[in-house]
Each structure stands twice: as structure tokens, then as C-alpha cells.
């Protein structure tokens, strides 16, 4: 006793599934046996405690990390277009559309990154899948692409925020003269 983990019984007609749990059952007194519909069941997310809690602050971290990442990519990407910020401000540029520009290029990346993440996702999938055959079916849901496209864009764009005001409110004199 305490060898075998689980034993996965095939029933010729679903109709007969209760009766072939009972006398499981009868057969092998303090096993649970189960369905396959009511073991899913069991791991589902909702049903494992804590665990969507600890998704969701996953998923915070997450962004604000995607939001860093996009504030510090955005403020060296102004750094190094001083002297652009400076001409483009000296020939008239106003300060919203500066900030347009930088929160644009700001979408793309986060539009690019999306892509990337999903593309990243089907061979991380692949490569689980060739690495550990054994292991547990990784699901890729294409509902989630907008919802998580959305987070993306979302997390660049105020990650881009505190730069692009930055350059914003750069004076064309000082960006011109900078090198």
C-alpha cells in the first residue's frame, strides 16, 4: 500500500461511469476515485486554494515590471534623441505632440512585445511538450491575446508617461547645445 498514485479506468459507455466508480469503491476501500470531469474539476484554478490570489499578484508584478521596463526603455531612447527632440521643438513642435509621437512608438513596442509574447508562448509549448512529454497539457487561449495586448499597451504607455513629459519640457536651446 502507498506504491500507486493513480489508476485511470476506461468505461466502454459514459452511462456506466457511476457504477464502475462504486465497485472501484468497494474493491479498494479509503482510495477516492473519481470521474475524469470531477478530478478537473478539482485542480481547476478556483478550486485550488489561494491560487488565483497569488495569479493575480503575479500578474500585478508583472505589469509593473512591464511598466519599468518601458519607462526606463523610453527614457534612454529620449536621451539618446536629444538633439532630434531639440530640432523637432526648434522648427515649432508643440509639447502634445512630442508626447504624441513618444506615447505612439510607446503602443507599438508594447503592440510588438504582444506579439512576441504569444509567438514565445506556442514554443515554449512546443518545447515542453518535446523536453517533458509527460507533463500536463499547457493551454493557449486566443480570447486572452486582446486582454493581454491590452495590459501591454497599457503598462508601455504609462511607463512612457514620465519620459516623454520629459521630453516634453526639454528647452530646444539646451537639447540643440546637448552631445
Not at 104 to 119: K, N, Y
Request: charged content about 15%.
Amino acid at each position: 500500500m502507498g506504491k500507486v498514485a493513480q489508476i485511470y479506468i476506461a468505461v466502454d459507455d459514459p452511462a456506466h461511469t457511476p457504477e464502475v466508480i462504486e465497485s472501484v469503491k468497494t474493491l479498494l476501500p479509503g482510495y477516492h476515485v473519481y470521474a475524469l470531469n470531477e478530478l478537473v474539476s478539482l485542480t481547476s484554478v478556483d478550486n485550488v486554494p489561494f491560487l488565483r490570489p497569488f495569479l493575480n499578484v503575479v500578474i500585478g508584478v508583472a505589469v509593473v515590471i512591464g511598466a519599468a521596463v518601458a519607462s526606463l526603455s523610453m527614457y534612454m531612447a529620449i536621451q539618446q534623441r536629444t538633439r532630434e527632440i531639440g530640432i523637432l521643438k526648434s522648427l515649432g513642435a508643440s509639447k502634445l505632440l512630442l508626447l504624441k509621437i513618444i506615447l505612439l512608438e510607446a503602443v507599438f513596442l508594447g503592440l510588438g512585445g504582444s506579439i512576441l509574447g504569444i509567438g514565445f508562448s506556442f514554443m515554449g509549448r512546443w518545447l515542453l511538450a518535446r523536453l517533458v512529454p509527460a507533463s500536463l497539457p499547457e493551454a493557449i487561449v486566443p480570447e486572452w491575446w486582446p486582454i493581454a495586448g491590452a495590459i501591454a499597451m497599457a503598462a508601455a504607455v504609462v511607463g512612457a508617461l514620465y519620459p516623454g513629459m520629459l521630453a516634453a519640457r526639454q528647452d530646444p536651446i539646451e537639447a540643440l547645445a546637448y552631445e
